[in-house]
Each structure stands twice: as structure tokens, then as C-alpha cells.
DNA sequence: TGTTTATATAACTGTATAGTTATATATTGC
DNA sequence: GCAATATATAACTATACAGTTATATAAACA
């Protein structure tokens, strides 16, 4: 929370952004995205998430703006729209490793 | 996503986590700690939120490590556990400022 | 035109959980 | 011991939303 002030408003947004990843099926799908574009059906594929299931997954991250789509004829090609959403993902597993590094200390105490 | 290979259940706790990010009280919680340790009354007094409420949400982000406890006879003293915490609130924000940037430059052209 | 295919959407169900109220659990000091 | 206070917890309500099924939309092609 560097450059933004957190206001009600600015808190609402950060939040949903986080309750987007905060979802195991939308981090799955964007962890497929990492390969490069992607189809519905590939990504269905994939998964094994259901179509309804993947397609809306997919609107909402690209609501926020975590991936980008190009509709092709019948297909549409989703792909990471920012990178960087990995360097969170990157971040939050240092956090999961340290937290179950103390644990285990803790136990072995 | 460097070290850890995203199995479901890696998957299933990272996710876990950025939910526990993806709710305005426990932003505001967090934020609040930023100036140092805090007692939940104090915390209550600072976000406007309910004491039994900020008490379960401290007992959620104590849980998944993200702030420390400290009981002093009546009082429990909060704090944060990781101050990286913020590096991934900066992150996203640096998001967020980009998301509203681009969607500016969109409704320009 | 009609058929097939890919994706999106609508409607529904079940579950998780935020917030509340009331109460329990400690701890302090009388 | 009893009263007062801080925090935690239990029980409840209301809402949000993930996942599903069924259907709509729309593009390709016969």
C-alpha cells in the first residue's frame, strides 16, 4: 500500500482483486494460462472444471483484468493479461513455506 | 509459483490464503497493525467493525500466520507476523493503478 | 437453409462465511 | 468470594457465490 491511500473504496477493490485468486479452480486456470493462449475447451480440458463452470471463471478474471481474450471464428483464446499476477503467487508461496517452516519448529520445540 | 509445483493441494492453500486477502475488514485490519502492536478494543475503536467480528478475524489471519499474539492479562496484543504482507498489497495496488490506467486509455481512444 | 460446434448465459442449489447478539472464559482488583 | 473488564466463542441470519444443468448465441460449413 505504497502510492494509494487505503480508502473504503481503494480497500473494496484491492480485496476483490485478492478474492479472485482466492479461488483454487481461477488459480488452476490461470496456472494453465502460463503455457501461452489457451481455448475454452483446452482449458476445460485441462482442469476438468466444467464449461459453465470454466467460461464464467474465466468473464470474472477478465473483468479484473488478469487475463486478456481474442475470439477467433467459434474459439475464444484467453491468455494472461499481467504477468506479474505470478510474482503474487510467487510471494504468497515464500509466505506458505515460511508459515509451515515456523510450524514445524514450533512442533519440534 | 518458483519452489512449490502447483499440486491441488498447494493449490488449495495459496488459494486459501489470498481469500483470506479478499475481504475489506481483514485489509483494514492489517492496515491498522501497520503502526505496531494493537489491542482487538483498539483495533475495534480504529475500523468501526464489531468486536466479536474483529476477533474472528484476527483469530482467521493468527491462523494462517499472518499476525503474531500476545496475551497481557486482560488484553491481547495483535500484530503483524509478515510485514511482506504489504509487498503483495503493493503489488496488487501496482495492478490495480495499471487496470484503471489502461481502462482510461480504452475509453479514450 | 439447417446442422454442428464453441462459448456464453440464465436459473437453480448447496455451501461457506461475514456480521450480529448473546454468552462464556479469563484476568484484575475489591 | 464478587464485580468489572477484555477477549473469545456459540448460535443464528442473510448474502455471496461455486458448481451444475439446460439453453441461448453465434460462427463455420454442408
Known amino acids: 500500500m505504497a502510492k494509494l491511500t487505503m480508502t473504503p473504496e481503494v480497500t473494496a477493490l484491492v480485496a476483490e482483486r485478492f478474492k479472485a485468486l482466492g479461488e483454487p479452480a481461477?488459480?488452476?486456470?490461470l496456472n494453465c494460462l502460463r503455457g501461452g493462449e489457451m481455448t475454452v475447451s483446452e482449458v476445460v480440458e485441462a482442469t476438468g472444471l466444467g464449461q459453465a463452470n470454466?467460461?464464467?471463471?474465466?468473464?470474472l478474471l477478465?473483468?479484473?483484468?488478469?487475463?486478456?481474450?481474442?475470439?477467433?471464428?467459434?474459439f475464444a483464446y484467453y491468455s494472461l493479461a499481467d504477468k506479474h499476477v505470478f510474482h503474487l503467487c510467487d510471494l504468497m508461496c515464500g509466505?506458505?513455506?515460511?508459515?509451515?517452516?515456523?510450524r514445524r519448529k514450533l512442533l519440534a520445540s
Open 26 to 29: 481461477r488459480l488452476s486456470i
Open 54 to 59: 470454466v467460461s464464467k471463471h474465466l468473464q
Open 62 to 74: 477478465h473483468g479484473l483484468g488478469f487475463v486478456a481474450r481474442r475470439k477467433d471464428g467459434l
Open 95 to 102: 509466505r506458505l513455506e515460511a508459515e509451515l517452516r515456523a
